[in-house]
């Protein structure tokens, strides 16, 4: 690599990953005084952080098979259900088991609660349908646990917003790395390449830490550690258009596929699978994993049945590597490590790995502990005890806040660009001017990650092009390259859209087509300025 024409940037500490761990570290360490430098490939949420349900786990789903990880996922819930309620719906979830399932596996369902520290309720079945009516009439056995929802993507820009606010910490989206410069048993600079330009980034850092995720063992391996090894488990989860429970309803029984729906907002993720993949890239939810999910979630909840999906997603589940779990992801631990790399030669580098969305801050303040030792920096982590400020700009990716705010205002000028989420042009004024990660010229799917457009049952049919000609008329977008950002955007609202086009999600897709090729010419080639040939 050249440094001739290279961006350069310092700081204290650089922090590779732009997820839940990523962004916890860089608030962490901003509360001791320490600056950082956040970077990902990609954007904020790119990888399991924004490909999961949304699960707070009360770590009942982990009881039977993992007390330790049980018990640290209710006591990390307990936490940010304190500290961060703006971001978090305190539903409660239930534990059902339904005719055929095993009995004594349900039986024992309470001591394993009780060793983890989790309160577990037995109900009724009556109690039980009390509770969530779409529960069949059949069930065999029923608890209720402290389970609740979390907006992954509100956390982690409430994270990054607050780093920014108290000292110089920055951040970086599409900054990938692709190199580091090695001396004596030290990084000395991070060689990085923008992925929109192509321009090379020299970053220099006392510190470094990996909490890519998925990518976390190519990462450590660029720096020559060998010690990070990873199982990828890929995870697809389905939309449905309303919200079919009022809490988290999980099968009792081992975690296996389509055995827990989680409410999100106006709409419910119902999930997961679990197929071990060679590499993270490139991933998409098929057929064939949506109908074996559905068939098992509507045992559980029958009224899965009739109801309409929007939508597919996967993630990859980044796991430990372990004796026993090469092939089966299910089997594997998920806790997480902490690598120091010093056996591997190296005392600035560091590798946090593993773990649940539910942990993010323990392993957050782990990874901030060391990095604060090596520093000389003897101030606490503080994550445990203060509150996580919200801001303005960092509040949309909430379901319902932005017609609450437009229908408070009742302003008839602010026109509303995306109707399924009634989300008004001043809202994405406010996130292009104020939001973390803002660009000059940001992307349809940036804004998309920081509010709730293309969100609704239409997946982007309208809003992706209310939303373009605003950006045009704000002149954030002054050539042929936003009409390609806009394609870029459907294309991949489209891949989620695919695998469950059926009933009444069929003709929604029709409409879109027409609105996007008949109107739009989406189907035609790209120019040669990256824009349509229209």
């Known amino acids: 690599m050249s440094s001739l024409s290279a961006r350069t940037f310092e700081a204290e500490v650089l922090v590779i990953g732009g997820g839940a761990t990523g962004s916890g570290i860089m608030r962490d360490l901003a509360l001791r005084g320490i600056t950082c430098l956040l970077v990902d490939r990609k954007d904020l949420n790119a990888g399991a952080s924004g490909g999961n349900h949304g699960l707070l786990h009360s770590g009942g789903r982990y009881a039977t098979a993992d007390a330790e990880t049980a018990a640290e996922c209710r006591r990390e819930g307990d936490i940010l259900k304190r500290l961060a309620p703006e971001c978090i719906d305190d539903c409660g979830g239930l534990f059902v088991a339904v005719e055929g399932d095993d ?16 309160p577990c309720e037995a109900l009724t079945a009556a109690e039980a349908r009390e509770r969530e009516p779409a529960l069949p009439d059949a069930i065999a056995a029923a608890y209720a646990v402290p389970d609740a929802t979390i907006d992954p993507f509100r956390i982690v820009l409430e994270n990054v917003g607050h780093a920014q606010r108290l000292n110089d910490s920055t951040y970086l989206p599409h900054t990938e790395v692709e190199a580091f410069e090695i001396a004596d048993g030290v990084i000395t600079k991070t060689l990085c390449r923008d992925r929109r330009s192509g321009d090379l980034v020299e970053i220099r850092a006392r510190q470094i830490i990996n909490a890519s995720g998925a990518w976390a063992e190519k990462v450590a391996r660029l720096a ?31 975690p296996d596929d389509g055995d827990i729906l989680v409410p999100g907002g106006t709409v419910s993720l119902l999930g997961t699978s679990s197929v071990t993949v060679e590499n993270p890239d490139g991933i998409a939810p098929t057929v064939s994993e949506v109908d074996r999910i559905l068939a098992e979630g509507a045992t559980m909840l029958p009224v899965l049945n009739e109801t ?43 590798t946090v790995a593993g773990g649940k969305f539910t942990t993010f801050r323990l392993m957050a303040e782990t990874a901030g502990d060391l990095v604060a030792r090596r520093l ?77 457009i293309g969100k609704g049952a239409c997946q982007g049919a309208f809003c992706s092009m209310r939303v373009t000609a605003h950006l045009y008329d704000r002149e954030v977008y002054d050539s042929p390259d936003g009409l390609r950002l806009m394609r870029d955007f459907v294309n991949e609202r489209y891949k989620g859209v695919r695998p469950v086009l059926w009933g009444a999600q069929m003709p929604q897709a029709e409409l879109a087509e027409i609105l996007h090729c008949g109107l739009g010419g989406m189907d035609l080639p790209a120019g040669k300025d990256g824009g349509t040939t229209t």
Not at 103 to 118: L, N, S, T, Y
Not at 226 to 252: F, Q
Not at 417 to 445: N, Y
């Open 103 to 118: 009995e004594d596996f349900a039986a024992r369902f309470p001591e394993h609660c009780r060793v983890a520290g989790i």
């Open 376 to 452: 000389g920096n003897a101030e606490p982590c503080k994550t445990d005890l203060d509150p996580l400020p919200s801001g303005d700009a960092l509040r949309w990716t909430e379901p319902g806040a932005a017609a609450r705010d437009w229908y408070k205002r009742s302003d008839p000028t602010d026109t509303i660009l995306c109707e399924c989420e009634m989300v008004a042009r001043s809202v994405v004024d406010t996130i292009i001017g104020q939001a973390p990660g803002a660009e000059d010229h940001m992307s349809l799917k940036a804004i998309a990650l920081r509010s709730r």
């Open 224 to 254: 020559g550690c060998a010690d990070v090894n990873l199982l990828y488990s890929k995870g697809t989860l389905l939309i449905t258009n309303t919200r079919v429970t009022k809490g988290v309803v999980n099968r009792l029984r081992l």
């Open 308 to 350: 309409r999906f929007v939508r597919a997603f996967s993630g990859v589940r980044p796991l430990l590597k372990s004796a026993g779990s090469e092939a089966d992801g299910r089997k594997a631990n998920r806790g997480f490590a902490l690598f120091d790399h010093e056996d591997q030669g190296l005392s600035n580098f560091a």
